[in-house]
């Protein structure tokens, strides 16, 4: 009687070792099976290419396959409604942008989830490079003459916007002077309108704007990231121009379920930062018109709230109804 128990007792203890969370678990062992990276979008789109350079890193780093799942639809929320209910063992992360995390839940009626309860904060992939531009045959060169334009004929200007980042930071930029705004179901078509004159303003990627900066065609006048960025690198930032209230950003960030063990939340974030870091990584983003930098996990939920607060502010601010 007295050996079984010792057998039992000892059978308990090592199963414990294998499960998250439990005292007797360590991180050490993880992982040891490929990992699943949701993204919410479409293969061959933006996203996807930049989840795809990140996991293709990552996995160099963990040593273990990182198979990237597209899950489209709803404007990223499908996917980050399979992440949050999966179960927390470090093995299914989603590559969360600010459509899914900040927009859904502040701008629909009824809110898919609570993203500061749904999900664990892992760290920030990074920023996609955003750019104020107007058309060349616009008189402006700088923000503040743009902005003296609007306020000197309210309502007779337009803007673009293709997402709800781009329309909130326009609507930071401007504050109470007036302009009428399209959206568009793409940045391409906003563009093009753009260039014929038919639209004055808009914020738009870094795919798009540096080619026909180059060009001639377009000029840019503050870019949303917080440094200058290696495409444009001749645009000032909002913080360089005081536009202290330009706080709204595209940016993307990993997530996992919630509940998440400390231990793997730690380990991932690291991984995550030190993938960001590697050159070929890095080189590949800047391709994709993206600035890639990690943070650790108490700096990412510190950043995800403030975006967080940005959007609700400026929605009831402005009263902006989305569709």
Do not use: C
């Not at 309860?117 to 892992?122: M, S, V, Y």
């Not at 180059?214 to 645009?235: C, D, N, W, Y």
């Not at 890639?292 to 700096?299: D, E, N, Q, R, V």
Request: charged share 15%; proline share 7%.
């Amino acid at each position: 009687m007295q050996r079984r128990t010792l057998t039992l007792a000892a059978v308990s203890a090592l199963a414990a070792t294998a499960l998250p969370g439990t005292a007797a678990w360590s991180a050490e062992a993880y992982p040891n099976k490929p990992l699943r990276l949701i993204v919410g979008f479409a293969a061959g789109g933006g996203a996807d290419s930049l989840t795809r350079i990140i996991a293709e890193g990552l996995a160099k780093q963990l040593g273990q396959q990182v198979i990237v799942e597209n899950r489209p639809g709803a404007d990223g929320v499908l996917a980050a409604q399979a992440t949050s209910s999966a179960k927390p063992d470090g093995y299914t992360l989603l590559m969360g942008t600010n459509t899914a995390m900040v927009a859904a839940p502040t701008l629909r009626p009824t809110p898919p989830y609570d993203p500061f309860k749904a999900f664990t904060p892992i760290s920030s992939a990074g920023q996609f490079s955003m750019f104020l531009v107007v058309p060349a045959s616009l008189p402006v060169k700088s923000v503040n003459e743009l902005l003296a334009l609007v306020a000197a004929k309210p309502g007779a200007l337009n803007s673009a916007s293709s997402n709800s980042a781009s329309e909130l930071a326009m609507l930071q930029l401007l504050g109470e002077r007036k302009v009428v705004n399209a959206r568009y179901k793409g940045d391409m078509q906003a563009m093009t309108d753009l260039l014929g004159g038919q639209i004055h303003m808009m914020f738009t990627t870094g795919t798009l704007a540096p080619g026909f900066v180059k060009e001639g065609r377009i000029r840019a006048l503050v870019t949303l990231l917080p440094q200058r960025s290696g495409l444009l690198p001749e645009v000032p930032t909002g913080g360089e121009l005081g536009l202290g209230k330009l706080t709204i950003t595209p940016w993307a960030g990993f997530f996992g379920p919630p509940g998440l063990p400390q231990a793997i939340t730690d380990r991932l974030s690291l991984e995550l930062q030190n993938t960001l870091k590697r050159p070929e990584v890095h080189a590949q983003l800047v391709q994709q018109g993206f600035e890639g930098y990690g943070m650790s996990p108490a700096k990412f939920t510190e950043f995800f709230r403030t975006q967080y607060d940005a959007f609700g502010a400026t929605v009831r601010e402005h009263n902006v109804k989305f569709e």
